[in-house]
Structure formats: structure tokens, C-alpha cells
């Protein structure tokens, strides 16, 4: 009897803490939402509502107007610098990964050692001569220069987490796959790629976010408008007339959406979470 | 991270050479894409950094570069301001460190047990980790702002904790307060993921000998648990660590009130157009890095951390 009374407290207990917990986690998307179905006036009402009393979808129907607001540009600078860093990120990773995971070299311990202090850098060390660099390149103002700097930036997580993938294959199929006639670049094709995919999906989806979400370097080699991604140019609207705050939080989630759902798909398909923990963020 | 056996270590000497050697070349292939980036856009802007900082360097490229020896250092180790930013900054860091860390040990150990909704709940926690500073930032900035946030309604007119309402964005004190939060709030997630790993492999018949042995909660945490996830905690506290000493994004984006040490690198480098004295600042943080990471390479494994 005392047993079971000391259990209905800790479920109790448990069921609390849970819902806390999701509470605190969820609460500013909850609010992102609300207010970006709420009209403007009652969005900066002195008496704050939290479900919306009127819903309206004119913020949405705004943030897709581009004479009202430039979302689809930056949409769209957003998307191809992400997808490109994030692609060219994984293919150079897959065979420097495969070099890693696979074969033996008397530089090896040393590539390691580099990527690992790259891997702990952070961008902010070396803006100023990354800016240098980029203006005497004469990529200033172009998506490459961010592209390139993207790349250079996810390069040493995506080797680390491509070579673990790779390190569950097993030896043997490559050794068959040898003596068969394939040569690297055919195995690295025909037989790491395929068996490793949900890895490697997992390793883009990574490089996509860093991309995705880069605010630094965005907003020092690109200087007009038409070149803004996502954070740079919404930031950009920050305290402009154009701030309205029920627009920015459709944008907001709009800007979310992408790499939210990247991710649980991801997530989805990778059965074990054997990298999630490294992924540098 | 240790390094692999060698296969063909067991194997006549002849042949070890002669496949090592094989191995090399194509080995060298396959890496001299990475090779060539990271010498060129890591090496080289390290090295060009070091040249920079013994500069005055104008933005418009055409004019002379000056050189001033010491010169940018003496005024970064006199500055009172870069003391103050890098105090902010072990402050910010230690707090977020901390905080997060604690935070997402107990959600991980709360969530150490089988219950309805587990997957969807995980999620739901992990959002605020994966969502891009952006739209997070625009949220909080809304929630927390002066006059008509719904925080300030509450801790005010609601509950009365408060008397007046915080300028969150306006005041230094504030503002570190609500950067603090966001980096806990955001970056909890990351200990929760790999603390649940970890946990999800322990031995449950080593808790249930312990309680047969009279052991209370906090001694079966502290026997029990805590050696089992040493290895992990420390990963963690070290990555993220580094990770928030030289955080920028986050910070800026929220407030322009707080400048951690990243920000005031950037507001150095482009606002006061002065990248030779932002060179000689990445210089010394360069040195305290690297000292970090020497001191931290053997006791943290990236890859095989969860």
C-alpha cells in the first residue's frame, strides 16, 4: 500500500517535470505562431492575449509579396548557398572520409590532428583575414564567397562524421569487391555510398543547418540586398518600418521550416544516433 | 581519437611497405581536396592573421598598409574594455556551461524510462537545437520585449515578482541575463541527446543491487551514474565550453548590449574598421585556444562520444 502510494507520487512527479520541461521548450514557437496569425494591433497590445482573438493570414500572405517584402530573394540566396556548401561539403568528405576510415598512410594521425583543431575553431578567429582573402579574390558581394568559407567550415565535422559511418562497414565486402577488379573510386561509389546513405543524408542535413543558420560570414562578404540570405536579411529589416512584428514571425517559421523538417527526416531514417552527440553546434 | 590497428602490421615486412606505399598515393588523392581547402582557407588566414596584426590595415585595399610592430597589442592589453569583454565572456560561458549541462542531465535522466509520447516528447525538446538562431532570436526579442512582451506582462502585472519591468534589450545587466538563458535554453538539448545515449546503455541491474543495498537516490547518482557517464561529460563540457567562448551569432543577433568576445572582435574588425587591432585580438585568442586544446586532446573523443 505504501509502495503504491510512493509510486502515484513519483508519476506524479515525473508527469509534472515532463510537462514543464515541454513547456519551457516549446513555448517560444507556440507564441511564433500565434503572432504571426494575430493582427499587428493585437500583436502589440499592452495587454498581451495569447491565443489570437482575430486569426488572419495577411502576414503570410505579405511575406510571400515581393513588393512588400524581399522573404523569396533571401529564400531563395538561402537555399543555394546552403545546398551547395552542403553537397560540395559531403562529396569532398566522402573521399577524404574514405581515405580516413580505409586506408593506411603515414600522414594519417597528423590529417587527424588538423581536422581536430579545425573542428574546435570557430569562424570569429578568422574573419579578418577570411574578409582579406575574399576581397583580393574579388568574391566580395557574391554567394561563392560564402559558399567557399561554408565549406571550408562543416569540411572537418562532415570527415568525422562520414569516416564513423564508414568505419561500420565491414572490410570483407571491399576485399571481395577488390578482388573482383573494382578500384577505389568504383568501391567509394558502388559499395560505400549505398551501404553508408542514411549516414551521409545525415551529414549533409548537418551542413545544410551551419549553412542555413551562418550569420557571420554572410554579413561581411555580401553587401547589397539582392545577395542576402535569410539571417542576414531579415536582420536586416530589424527596426526598419517594414518590422512588423506578425510578418517577422511568419517568416521566422518560415525560415525554421526547411531544416526542421531536414532534420526529423533524417532523423527518421538513421536508426541509431551514432554522431548526433559530436555534431558541432 | 585512437588510432586504428593496422592490418597488415602481422603481415611480411616486404609487403607492409609496398601496400603502405600504395596506399599513400591514392590516400593523397582522395584528401587533396580537403588538403587544399583547409591549407588555404584555414593555414593560410592563420598565418596571414599573425601578418595583420603587426599592421594598420585601411579597408579600402588600394591604400598602404602601415606598419606598427607591437603597436595593436599594446592597445589591446591596455584596453579596459577587452578586459571587461573577456570577463563577460567566462561569465557567459561559465553560467551557459553549467547550466545547460545540468539541465540536460536531468531531462536525460527523466527521460531514462519508458513512458507514452517519448519519441514525440524527445522532439519537441530537441526543436529549440536544431531550429536556426534567426527565428528564435525574433521570438524571444518579441517575448521579452519592454512594453508590451508577454514576460514582462507576467513577472509585473501577473505574479507581481517584479516591480518594474526589466529593459531586457536596453541595459548591459539585463540583457546578459536573457543571453544566458537563450544559450541555456537552446544548447540543453545537446547534453540531453548524448546523456540519454549513454544512459539508455547502463546496466539497469546494477541500480536495482544498489537499492538492495540500501543505496539512496543521490548515492546511486553519484556511484552509479556518474562514473558511467564521465567520458561523455566531460566531451561535452569541454566542446561546449570552447564552443560558447567564441560564440557570436547568438549573442548579437539577441542584443547589441552584451559583447562577449566574439562580438567584440566583429565590432572591432567592422564597425571601428580597424581589422589590424581585430587581428592582434585573434592572435591572443588564438593562444588561448590552442592551450585549450592541447590540454583537452586526450580526454575527449569526438566521434565516438554517444
Redesign the interface.
Known sequence: MKRKRKNMLSRTL?YV??VL??V??????F??LM?SLKPTNE??????T?LPEVVTLQHYQDVFNPALFPFLTYFKNSMIVSFLAAFISVF??I??A???SK????F??T????F??????????????????I??LGLYNTRTSII??M??QT??TS???L??YFDTIP?SIEEAAMIDGLT?VQIIFYITIPLAISGIASVFVYAF?VA?????FAS?FVSSSGYFT??VG??SLFATPDYV?GR??A???L??LP??IM??LS?RFIKK??????V?? | MKPPQNPTETRGKNKKIKRRTGDSKIALAFLLPTIILLAGLVLYPMIENIRISFFDVPLNPNLDEIFLGLKNYQTVLTDPDFYRSLGVTVLYTALTVVGSTVLGLGVAMLFNREFRFRKLSRSIIILSYVTPSISLVFAWQYMFNNTYGIINHWLVDVTGILDKAPLWFDNPASSFVLVTIFAIWRYFPYAFISFLAILQTMDETLYEAAEIDGANAWQKFVNITLPAIRPVLITIVTLRTIWTFYMFNDVYLLTKQVDVIGVYLYEQAFSQNDMGQAASISVILFVILFTVIYFSRRKVDVANET
Not at chain 1, 117 to 131: A, E, K, R
Request: hydrophobic share 55%; charged share 10%.
Open positions: 515525473f517535470l515532463l520541461i515541454l519551457i521548450s516549446l513555448f517560444p514557437f507564441i511564433m503572432t500583436a502589440i497590445s499592452y495587454n498581451p495569447i569532398i568528405g573521399f577524404g574514405y581515405a580516413m586506408l593506411n598512410f603515414k594519417k594521425s590529417m587527424n590532428s588538423a581536430y583543431t579545425v573542428y574546435m575553431f570557430s569562424g570569429i578567429l578568422l574573419v579578418v583575414p577570411l574578409f582579406k582573402i576581397s583580393s567557399i568559407v565549406i571550408v569540411l572537418p570527415i568525422f562524421m569516416k564513423s572490410k577505389r543547418m542555413w543558420n551562418d550569420y557571420l561581411i535569410l539571417t531579415l536582420n512584428w517577422m514571425m517568416a521566422s517559421l525560415t525554421a531544416v526542421v532534420y526529423a532523423e544516433n551514432l554522431v548526433e552527440g559530436g558541432k553546434g
